[in-house]
């Protein structure tokens, strides 16, 4: 059966996807790998029975994405997606949606405690080196929500890093832009909650538990330190309820 026969036989879908998942499966298979160079678009067009001014859109879309490279005057090459724009797509897709910090905040707790595990187990010098120096920004930047935000972004992303784990990392770094402004949100819930030392103290339990490879331990005090900042996150709602509350009485 040649190429053609197998796209014929395929359930119809528009020219434009059947591109897209040509490259898919090819790259999924193993047959296509970064750096391959692909085949010539008049070669390609008449394989998936394209017009090729469709397949030059669609490259050139791809490649806007970073999973084909076009090299002009040499040709169209695999290439490796940059997990930045893999971050801004996931930004543009959630901010449409309503709550969207809660809902990625339970997604992180699911990321990040399985990555917990994983780096008790594998995590080396290098890992536990910056998951130390991270600990320490963000004990000085304890009054500042922006810098004290960002310290804390990486202190979890360092723990993420440290399972080794490809997948988590590359799900917790599409999230990554969300996951900023949630801790920046967060951590602004701290300092109006007085709630700085158990801040401090929950992240050195965690960096403790990891040091001591103890996986059960670590997992335990990472939902703990969860746990805190959920009931301070809602302490402050309250707060700001009921200040509004007192406004509206003092005007009527």
């Excluded at 997990?83 to 707790?109: G, K, Y």
């Excluded at 080396?124 to 004290?148: M, S």
């Excluded at 784990?165 to 300092?191: D, P, W």
Aim: aromatic share 6%.
């Amino acid at each position: 059966m040649n190429s053609n026969d197998e796209f014929a036989n395929q359930p119809k879908t528009s020219s434009a996807d059947r591109i897209v998942s040509y490259f898919k499966e090819r790259i999924l298979q193993g047959d296509l790998k970064v750096g391959d160079k692909i085949k010539s678009e008049r070669d390609l067009a008449q394989e998936l029975s394209v017009g090729r001014p469709l397949l030059r859109e669609v490259i050139r879309s791809l490649s806007m994405l970073g999973i084909l490279d076009v090299r002009h005057g040499s040709g169209t090459y695999i290439g490796k997606v940059d997990l930045s724009m893999l971050s801004d797509f996931f930004t543009f897709c959630f901010s449409q949606e309503q709550a969207i910090l809660e809902d990625v905040f339970q997604a992180r707790i699911a990321i990040e405690c399985q990555a917990i595990r994983l780096a008790c187990e594998r995590a080396n010098e290098v890992d536990l080196n910056r998951l130390g120096k991270w600990l320490n920004i963000l004990v000085a930047t304890l009054e500042d929500p922006e810098e004290g935000g960002h310290a804390d972004f990486m202190f979890h992303q360092s723990i993420v890093h440290a399972s080794h784990s490809q997948s988590l990392i590359t799900l917790y770094g599409a999230l990554s832009e969300l996951l900023k402004r949630s801790h920046i949100q967060r951590r602004q819930t701290f300092r109006q909650n007085d709630g700085v030392e158990d801040l401090v103290a929950a992240h050195r339990e965690v960096f403790l538990s990891i040091v001591a490879k103890n996986a059960d331990e670590a997992d335990k005090r990472l939902r703990e330190h969860f746990a805190i900042g959920d009931v301070l996150r809602r302490k402050n709602l309250i707060s700001q309820y009921l200040g509004s509350q007192e406004k509206t009485q003092t005007v009527n």
